[in-house]
DNA sequence: CACATATATAGAACACGTTCTACTCTTGAG
DNA sequence: CTCAAGAGTAGAACGTGTTCTATATATGTG
């Protein structure tokens, strides 16, 4: 067993910690960051497969090595550069008043604003998705990390601060066919429009069990 | 470009050709058959990793070169898999009466039977589901035809033979759920119970617009 | 039959994720 | 200050997906 680093966002509770974020000194937050920028740079301009682990490093500036130490895999790099992502799109969420008349229109609005988001860099997109989905048992908790993500965002669209379990499984369908939508969009299998219209009409049967107002 | 050999299954017209399927000698379907074998044998055995395109090779009896002759990757080669896999479920659907009182319950009944099925052989779920959601676009196509399984088997069950767009669009998302519910599964976020619960719910609500009776 | 061409084979070669080794640099406890 | 343990580094090494090369075998056409 080697001696465990600054490594895992596991935070029983979910919350994440104040502000600073998880344990490490500065240098080691520092290598952190560099290396989720370098992943999501090289993400961005070539996609999952551009994502190489010694191109990582290389860019981040740390050995092999160190990556490894950090990230145990190409998948959790790339997890973490969604979940960071996303932790992103939520905060600045937080800091925007959310339009729509009701509920279903506010996470309509706000489902819209993030696909759009992720269209705009269809190399990123696609290397976090894929990487998402392909996720295997070890890297569980981070997906599960992504999946808590995504639930409060929508929650907080919908003025559920406090879902129920009900609600809980229903923002995680939603999540499932956002997902599943991407990755058709990402191979090319779903046009833009295609995936705004089936989030659309799955949302509004989802949340209020009718489509056309 | 090399010369393309048995490969592909693009069938246009969506429809399986009488029975026989798709071109090439005897010989080339018997090995393409014996290729598909030893995929899902090993994968029964060990999952997604155990699936190396050498122990396929040597499993199958042919050469490295011709098992990629045959299928271009090895995501090509699961999902191919999967394909079969679904192709004889719905055969074996054809041979069943469905029961259940409502298109609803005849759907569920169909969605649970395929997922118990699955679920009864964890390696092998694993492996042709991760390769499902990996595959890139080379792929597309393939995918889509596994998409296309899903879709006549849901109508078949519905009794919409001649699903509307829209019955389309409500499919698409079901299968959307269902594979996101199998790598839940697959990579234990979630229980069987929690996928079967799941399930229950979202077709209901996509369906009718309604849970609980 | 004879040959041209498509397929199949054995195995080397290559790429990239991952692991390992040997060494150096930091850091914090005493 | 000293030094032991942890963290980082450079680079070799290994495993498996994929590609390439050289050769052999089928296959169908004159």
Redesign the interface.
Known sequence: MPPMPPQATSNSTGMATTSSEELGSAAQRERRKRIIDATLALAAKGG?DAVQMRAVADKADVALGTLYRYFPSKVHLLVAGLSREFQRASEKLDRTKIPGDTPTDRLLFVLGRNTRMMQRDPHLTEAMV?AF?????T??AE??QV?KLMESMFARAMGKEVPTE?DS??F??IA??W???L?AWV???ASATDVQ??LE??VR??L???DED
Chains 1, 2 share one sequence.
């Open positions: 999952y894929r989905m392909f996720a295997d048992t890297a569980a997906v599960e999946g009900r499984v229903i995680h369908m499932d066919v997902m599943a939508n990755v191979t090319r299998r219209h089936r009409l799955s049967l989802l209020e069990g009718r």
